[in-house]
């Protein structure tokens, strides 16, 4: 399909994950267009680069969701990566994990809470932070640790795919409140958040590439508009060639449009409402913005109430800091 914009035919890989809404100026067409059909092409030919995940967090990711599969198997896979041992042990003793795991809905001891349980983690091993989050959990703080700048290659624009990456994080422990607060699907949510628009890193990486051949510029904005065009194909790839589990696919697949994700609806809708939550709330203090989430269905549909989605928001700064200990 192709997308009218500012003079602009820009190919959309899928007709209901269109995002451009009304014009946005670009500096150069033509030149965007150019890059555009290129990226069509590698996308519809398979010549995008999918990096592959570290064997460790592949391993994790299949046994967590194995039935059936012990903890110690778990353990035996981490155990092997010390580097990912350093990386989980440091994220359980930011708090934020050990606090969340036991959440309810009342958050007046938030900051006693973390303190808490940053006491309580200081000293857990691998096998104590898997008894005390659960298999599932602890493989998707494995991917989580895993997305960094190191998979892709973009010379001269780390930036941008950092910045992607740190997005996906966000999505992905707000998306794990969400579900928290209702009590329901919390182990996929997680995993969900993170993969949601996986795709997007791949697009710019092969948008800087296409450009590179073509002895041409493209802005921070021509990225954007790029990544937003053709994320959902990007995605779909990403998650094929590291094997997501199906709900994964599902929310992928549906984020735009959730009321036709079928049984992955409620994972999706929470999806959705914690790439709200990482959009709006680390922007800094914005009235306008705050009342547009607020107005927002999908927190209507998910039953959340205003004072919890105040609540909800109260959070941002310990998911902020929570989402820098994965970098």
């Not at 050990?98 to 691998?126: K, P, V, Y």
Request: overall charge negative; glycine content about 6%; some cysteine.
């Amino acid at each position: 399909m192709q997308i009218h914009v500012l003079g602009l035919d820009l190919y959309n890989v899928s007709q209901n994950h269109s995002r451009l809404k009304q014009p946005i100026p670009m500096e150069n067409p033509i030149q965007l267009q150019v890059i555009a059909d290129s990226l069509h092409n590698r996308l519809h030919n398979n010549a995008v680069h999918v990096p592959q995940l570290p064997q460790v967090v592949a391993s994790s990711l299949q046994v967590s969701r194995t039935p059936g599969a012990k903890p110690e198997q778990l353990h035996a896979l981490i155990s092997a990566d010390q580097s990912m041992v350093d990386g989980l042990i440091r994220i359980c003793n930011t708090g934020f994990f050990g606090n969340f795991a036991q959440l309810d809905t009342d958050f007046a001891q938030l900051d006693t809470d973390f303190a808490q349980s940053a006491t309580d983690l200081a000293h857990l091993d691998t096998q104590s932070v898997i008894a005390h989050l659960g298999q599932q959990t602890v493989a998707d703080i494995t991917l989580a640790l895993s997305l960094n700048a190191g998979l892709f290659n973009a010379p001269g624009h780390t930036q941008y795919v950092v910045e992607q990456l740190r997005q996906a994080i966000l999505c992905g422990l707000w998306s794990r409140q969400v579900a928290l607060l209702r009590r329901r699907h919390i182990e996929a949510a997680m995993i969900c958040g993170l993969c949601k628009s996986i795709g997007r890193p791949v697009v710019i990486e092969a948008a800087l590439d296409c450009a590179v051949r073509h002895r041409m510029h493209l802005s921070y904005q021509d990225l954007m508009i790029l990544a937003d065009q053709f994320e959902y194909g990007a995605t779909q790839k990403v998650l094929a060639t590291w094997q997501m589990p199906e709900v994964v696919h599902a929310v992928a697949t549906h984020w735009l449009d959730y009321r036709n994700a079928g049984e992955a609806r409620e994972q999706t809708m929470t999806t959705v409402a914690g790439a709200r939550l990482a959009t709006i709330c680390h922007k800094g203090e914005n009235p306008v913005a705050r009342e547009a989430l607020a107005r927002d269905r999908v927190f209507t549909d998910l039953g959340i109430s205003g004072k919890q989605l105040d609540q909800l928001c109260e959070l941002a700064a310990p998911i902020a800091a929570a989402a820098s200990s994965f970098s």
